[in-house]
């Protein structure tokens, strides 16, 4: 069965969305189930109607493994924020190849890049965080946001011993920052033993960066290996020290309206609806000064 194109509208009435009650109660039964039983519930319910997000880093890959052998119309899709390492598109080719899986890939607006890179230079991430935190609007959160008005469901790769702000994650949940469809995190309960275990075991493609010492792999100038002893995800941003190593896609976090600051000071189109940024960024907490400030870096 061909998969639906991205852009076909769905009328409200028809989504399938979970109300709170059925989410807690499929919380509680699924908690103790496979990766692969979560999967065939949600593909089994969704169908077409379930995206799988990932960014193809060991937990996304496993993830694909098992969704593909479930079902091998499952739809993929990534956000390519143009700042992506080169090794990742060789994953994307090596899962095209692998898999004969078209992925759906998603770009940001290009209103908002030119804006924001005209206005704050290309690097504009390294100056401050609000400054991160726009980029990451425009460049990660705001696509993601857009591709999934077209998803009842989306599975992502994340787990609980990731980061703190994961730490309570549950398998099935609403999605309350992304119209209230389901997100659906089958590995929550794994550690990266329990990852690298299943690549080896099914020679599932890697992503290079691994080999050279990276635990966490988002776009190139964000992203640095770590060193023993490290978090596993204290390369990403790590010039940051006050901050959380997140991007607001998946952590639910006070905007303070900022999705219209961003299209107050870049213009260009910008949909309503977007949660996701911080309260860091603060009613532009310096985000107008930054225009001709000097890179931290
Ligand atoms: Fe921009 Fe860095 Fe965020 Fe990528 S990770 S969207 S380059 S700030």
């Known amino acids: 069965m061909p998969s639906p194109s991205p852009s076909v509208v769905v009328r409200e009435e ?6 709170e009650f059925e989410a807690g109660q499929l919380a509680v039964e699924l908690d103790a189930a496979t990766p692969e039983e979560v999967l065939e519930w949600g593909l089994d319910r969704y169908g077409a109607r379930l995206g799988l997000c990932t960014s193809f880093q060991a937990e996304g890959m496993v993830l694909l493994d098992m969704a593909w052998r479930i079902d091998p119309e499952v739809r993929v899709f990534t956000v390519d924020t143009g700042r992506l390492p080169a090794e990742t598109y060789e994953v994307i080719e090596a899962v095209r190849d692998r898999y004969d899986l078209q ?17 704050f230079g290309p690097n504009l991430f390294y100056r401050a965080v609000p400054a991160r935190l726009m980029c990451c609007h425009v460049r990660k959160v705001e696509p993601i946001r857009r591709a999934l008005e077209g998803f009842d469901a989306w599975v992502t790769g994340l787990r609980r011993e990731q980061w703190a702000s994961r730490s309570n994650i549950r ?8 119209g209230g469809l389901a997100k659906v995190s089958p590995l929550a309960d794994w550690t990266i033993e329990e990852v690298w275990e299943y690549i080896e075991e099914h020679d599932v493609p890697r992503h290079p960066l691994y080999e050279k ?7 190139a100038p964000c992203t640095r290996p770590t060193r023993a002893g490290e978090d596993p995800r204290a390369g990403r941003w790590w010039w940051e020290t006050n901050a959380p190593k997140e991007c607001g896609i998946h952590c639910p976090l006070e905007t303070g ?3 219209h600051e961003v299209e107050a000071i870049l213009g260009g189109e910008h949909a309503e609806g977007s ?14 000064g930054l225009g001709s400030g000097r890179a931290k870096r």
Do not use: N, W
């Open 213 to 219: 010492g990276y635990t966490s792999i988002g776009c």
């Open 14 to 19: 028809e989504r399938d969305l979970l109300d």
């Open 257 to 259: 309206g900022f999705e």
């Open 171 to 178: 398998k099935i949940e609403i999605d309350h920052d992304h």
């Open 103 to 119: 992925v759906e890939i998603h770009f940001p607006e290009a209103s908002q890049v030119e804006g924001m890179v005209g206005r």
């Open 275 to 288: 949660a996701g940024t911080l309260d860091l960024v603060g009613r532009g907490a310096g985000l107008v």
